[in-house]
Each structure stands twice: as structure tokens, then as C-alpha cells.
């Protein structure tokens, strides 16, 4: 469980994170002002807590601009319904609405439950990229008309990087994402998984996918390179 904390002030939402941290769900923290509408890193959050200590008109719409560009992440609104007037209550429309003095405890559970639920509703079966096939409930992958066999963090990332197409990812970003966010250490793990990915799904040479970009990282093509 990952997720984006949101307040007016810098020290609430730090202690929010804090508090969320140790019922196991992981956590960053930006204020309102820290240019929220362009935060490029929503997508990689399950879900965003917007603490609204201080009622205004203003605050209220910036709930609804966070709703808007989530990325279709459930967004929970943290607030003192008791200083909200009809009017106020009324332009709030969400199913997510907690107490502001909730435990923290308690929070954590409803969020890792609506988030599992969710994701659950929403769960894709399968990905296609041009003849690549990844069936995601069955753990099948398709190429070149052939059933393949990956290993476990082999089939996670393909599927990070099929999720991910025509970007130049890090091997750091990688292993962040598919091993661990806090894997700040230097390997060769990402490039002995992408060369076994290559042997396995990528081994025609004019209807390669994955390019090795020098001192950079790796790109996952929707297209085979030689048509690029």
C-alpha cells in the first residue's frame, strides 16, 4: 500500500505519514502549495489523503481537483464535518469522508480495505503490447505465438514494463517498483532479469521490444524497434 498525504501544512501531513507508516502503509507528503495539480507521481499511489484542517471554499475545490487527476485512485477527505455549513457539505461528494481525529489505526484499516476493493473491481486479466500476451490471472505469457515460462519477478517485470511502453525507465526506478521502493543499493539485478526476459520473449532480432539504453535504462517498446 502506497500513498500520497496531502494537508495545508507541512508538519500535519508529516505526522499523518508518520502515524500511517506504522500500520504499515507507506507514505509520502506534499502540502496544497507545492504544485499538487502537476505532481507527477499520482499514478504510482494507491490512493491520496487529503487532510483539510483549514475550511475554505478554496480548499473544498482543491478536493475536487484531486478527485479529477488521481488517476482514478479513491481519494479520502480527512475533516471536522462540525465547522462544514450546508452549503460547504453539500459540494462535497465523496464516499471517502472521515473525522479528522480518527485513530490512525482504524484509518489504515478502512483505507487497505477500499483500496483492495477497488483493485479488485478494477483488475485488469490480461495486457496485450503489439504480440505480447500477459495474462495476468492464469500467470501465461504469449510471444510469437508460444506459451512462455517466466519466473516470478520475470512475470512482474514484463508487466511493469509493458505497463510502462515507450518510456526510458531507470534500472533504479525498476527496482523500486518491482522489487522495493527502498532499494537504494547498487546491483545487477535488474539487467540479469532483463537479459533472461530477452532469451525467453525477445530473441528475434528484427521483432525486439526492449532496448538497452546506454547509462540510463531500458525502454519497452509497443512497436518492434526496427519499424521505430
Request: glycine share 0%.
Amino acid at each position: 500500500m502506497y500513498a500520497l498525504v496531502i494537508s495545508e501544512n507541512k508538519l500535519t501531513s508529516e505526522l499523518l505519514c508518520r502515524n500511517l507508516r506504522c500500520e504499515n502503509i507507506l507514505c509520502e507528503s506534499i502540502t496544497i502549495y507545492n504544485n499538487y495539480k502537476n505532481y507527477i507521481l499520482f499514478n504510482n499511489f494507491d490512493c491520496i489523503i487529503y487532510k483539510l484542517t483549514n475550511i475554505s471554499s478554496k480548499n473544498i475545490k482543491i478536493f475536487s481537483v484531486l478527485k479529477e487527476i488521481s488517476f482514478n485512485k479513491p481519494v479520502f477527505l480527512l475533516i471536522n464535518k462540525y465547522q462544514l455549513n450546508d452549503i460547504e457539505l453539500s459540494n462535497i461528494t465523496s464516499p471517502y469522508i472521515f473525522p479528522e481525529d480518527i485513530p490512525s489505526r482504524f484509518l489504515a484499516n478502512e483505507i487497505k480495505k477500499i483500496v483492495n476493493r477497488l483493485k479488485n473491481i478494477n483488475k485488469e486479466y490480461s495486457i496485450k503490447v503489439h504480440d505480447v500476451k500477459l495474462d495476468i490471472n492464469k500467470r501465461i505469457v504469449e510471444r510469437y505465438g508460444e506459451k512462455k515460462f517466466l519466473r516470478n519477478k520475470e512475470f512482474q517485470l514484463l508487466e511493469f514494463l509493458m505497463r510502462n511502453t515507450d518510456t526510458l525507465l531507470s534500472r533504479q526506478y525498476i527496482l523500486e517498483n518491482v522489487w522495493d521502493r527502498n532499494a537504494y543499493f547498487i546491483t545487477n539485478t535488474v539487467d540479469v532479469h532483463i537479459n533472461s526476459l530477452r532469451k525467453k520473449i525477445d530473441y528475434k532480432r528484427h521483432q525486439q521490444l526492449i532496448e538497452t539504453v546506454y547509462c540510463s535504462g531500458y525502454i519497452f517498446h509497443s512497436k518492434p524497434m526496427c519499424n521505430n
